[in-house]
């Protein structure tokens, strides 16, 4: 059902519709729509949850891992500080293996504090364990919430998952959304029973410590975990394009790179901007394309080097900065993809804290990327330097 | 040979040192609750001596997140039990560096909200797992890896934080101290806590004879003395109300002082009579506190 | 044997480490002297000490570490440690 709604309803409205059994969250900008939604909708009967109203993010996510080893579907939302807040919970969740769901509203860290919209909160935490989807419009943000939860919980898998969406870029934008209906989500998503569980009948301890003799073996199948979650994620992404139309089985998506000589890379709502610069730049002739990576964690190694075994040239734009390293998240990774091919590989960090990215800054990466320059900070105020 | 019948659900082969009064409040604390319970540790001795993958010496559900959190997953679990139609009791069993310290926020929260669970912190009054570091649970002047008695120091500068009255201040409806010198008690105390809807605290008084430097066999002696002297009180607290104190024939402080390596500064290479008599007044204090004291007629000449 | 999903593991398998061999005093049980109180059972944090079938208390010397605990505690002095012979 097409309906025009705000970012953070259409999340928590799949969210209600995915049927968490404990909702546990602390409010956050640009998050607070979604866990406010889902108060109203718990007071209203709407939702049939326990909506633990916790002290603060740290907690938010231990009551997700108590409640999920206990068995139940939990679901909790946060952004930026929150999410730091939470690290050492979130590294611990996926360690053991409890697949919570989080969507996170991305948004910039301090310091300088900043409300405003960048990736840096949930890039810096790739290595923790979790899953990362990063959605480009609501439509996307609000469908994989339904392939998270089918992934995070598929006895291969087993592991936590952040669905990412840009913080009031889509969060608090108003856009068409076509809603699954709640039968149409009980006939992808069904009821959460693990085989293993906190549970006085077969009683299991849970978070034991390793030693050496373990703790590398441990850390081998998480990461196994995430290997196999690549062909969950295209099962459940055909699945639910199957049922519904939208197909989500693809960790990357290509828009008119198959004759490009310039691809840029990117994530999330930029990609927007992107394909609009992409098609006056086609109109004016030039040879640019698009491949946006959909699934950051597990990363999709070779087809990303699939996709861009063609092209002249590839700019990765990046709305996070590694600091101290040579630049972002995503153009460290894709360098890693391209390894022993002889294309270049230009970074170019953009947007940070809530700065606009317009079609014409795209415009000007393609032209130093054409002259060989980037690894940089782009669009910096020469002024304020 | 005689048969054997193994009945308990905190089992054998734990690596506490031998006479660890915190295994044997494990012990105690699944006896009394029995195999109805889910166990949320904190990270600390009691988690790492029982929980070496594989081999997990409890035989109810368990859990271990992190070192502060025990609370919040609890809240969670409760959550969870709750929406799942299921009669499972909660049971926190946390160290005093867990509780009285990293822990205080999530307590605070998870009391505030009044979930169903019983919160069992055994204290042995410091940092044991990392090496004997203090603790807010630290009794004033014992001697810590971060306390250390020295040329210009007599150990740890502060008294005992007062958790159970932090904790009947949010409204806990029971809140108890117990010892594991009085099993009967304790297991009682358990059980009430267990019964009583609503967070409920327990603060079990667990003597550590690594860190506290005693010989193990020691430990229930020196549990004993620790009530004797006055310096830890056994009570029940109903809705914020006393209703229940162990009371006792008082004893010197000293002879519970000199039991112990962390306390030898106050009687080596001197006799520091200012310091003991600042702890024999934190005994004081507490007897009239709680009203503690036996009165015993003087005998005649 | 494989790993278990997120180290979680069953009961049962702390067994497998028999902490008698840290034991340097050894408890003798004497049967005559005993009340049949169980005190010892209940001190034990081994949690190693049984009623037999003629109701009087033994040590599972796979398990007892010797702490002496019983021995200090039992109200009938029943219980001597005797050094370990290796
Ligand atoms: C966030 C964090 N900080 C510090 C530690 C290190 N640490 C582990 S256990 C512990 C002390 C535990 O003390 P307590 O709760 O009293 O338990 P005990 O070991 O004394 O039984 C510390 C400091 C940790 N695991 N996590
Ligand atoms: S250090 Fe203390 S608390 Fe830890 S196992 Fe040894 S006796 Fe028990
Ligand atoms: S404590 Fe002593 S008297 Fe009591 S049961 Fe044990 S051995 Fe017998
Ligand atoms: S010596 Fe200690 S471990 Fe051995 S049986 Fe007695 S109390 Fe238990
Ligand atoms: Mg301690």
Known sequence: MMEITEGSHAVAEAVRLCRPQVVSAYPITPQTHIVEALADFVANGTLDADYITVENELSALSACVGASAAGSRVYSATTSQGLM????????????????????????????????????????????????????????????????????????????????????????????VDMLTQEQADSFLHPYNPSEKLDAKDPMSFGMYATPDYYHEFRYETNEAQNKAKAAIQKYGKEFGTLFGRDYSAFVESYRLDDAETAIVAMGSMCGTIKDAID??????????LLRIRVFRPFPIEEVAKALSH?????????????????????IEVRDAMYGKTIPVKGYILGLGGRDIRKKDIKEIVKLCEKGVGDQFYGLKKELI | MAEKKTCDLFDCGHRACGGCGAALSARLVTEAAGPETIVVASTGCMEVFSTPYPETAWKVPWIH???????????????????????????????????????????????????????????????????????????????????????????????????????????????????????ADLMQKVQKAINTPGPCYVQVHAPCCTGWGFEGEQTIAIAKLAIETGLWVNFEMVDGTVTKVKKVVRKPVTEYLKTQKRFRHLFKPKLQEAEIAHIQAIADKNAEKYGIDIKVPPKKE | MALAVGCRARPGKSRDNKTGSWRVFKPIFDHEKCSKCGMCRTLCP???????????????????????????????AAITMKQEEK
């Open chain 3, 46 to 76: 081994e949690g190693c000490i049984h009623e037999n079938t003629e109701g009087v208390f033994d040590p599972d010397y796979a398990f007892c570490k010797g702490c002496g605990i019983c021995a200090a505690e039992c109200p009938k």
């Open chain 1, 85 to 176: 807040l939470m690290a050492e919970v979130v590294f611990n969740a996926a360690g053991m293996r409890l697949p919570i769901v989080m969507s996170i509203a991305n948004r910039a860290m301090g310091a300088p504090l900043s409300i405003w919209n960048d990736m840096q909160d949930s890039i810096s935490l790739r290595d923790a364990g979790w899953l990362h989807f990063y959605a480009e419009d609501n439509q996307e943000a609000t469908d994989l919430h339904f392939l998270a939860y089918k992934v995070a919980e598929d006895p291969t898998v087993q592991l936590p998952a952040f669905v990412c969406f840009d913080g009031f870029i889509l969060s608090h934008t108003y856009e068409p």
């Open chain 1, 280 to 289: 006056e730049m086609r109109d004016a002739g030039q040879k640019v394309g």
């Open chain 1, 311 to 331: 092209v002249k040239r590839v700019a990765v734009l990046d709305k996070n900065v590694s600091l101290g390293s040579r630049g972002g998240a995503t153009a």
């Open chain 2, 65 to 183: 997140s992190l070192f502060e959190n025990a609370a919040a997953v609890a809240s969670g679990i409760e959550a969870a039990l709750k929406k799942q139609g299921r009669k499972e009791k909660v049971v926190i069993m946390a160290g005093d560096g867990a509780t009285f310290d990293i822990g205080m926020i999530c307590i605070s929260g998870a009391f505030e909200r009044g979930h169903d669970f019983t919160y069992i912190c055994y204290d042995n009054e410091a940092y044991m797992n990392t090496g004997i570091q203090r603790s807010g649970a630290t009794p004033y002047d014992a001697s810590t890896t971060t306390s250390p008695a020295g040329k210009v120091s007599f150990g740890n500068k502060r008294p005992k934080k007062d958790m159970p009255a932090i904790l009947a201040a949010h409204g806990a409806p029971y809140v108890a101290t117990a010892s594991i010198a009085y099993p």
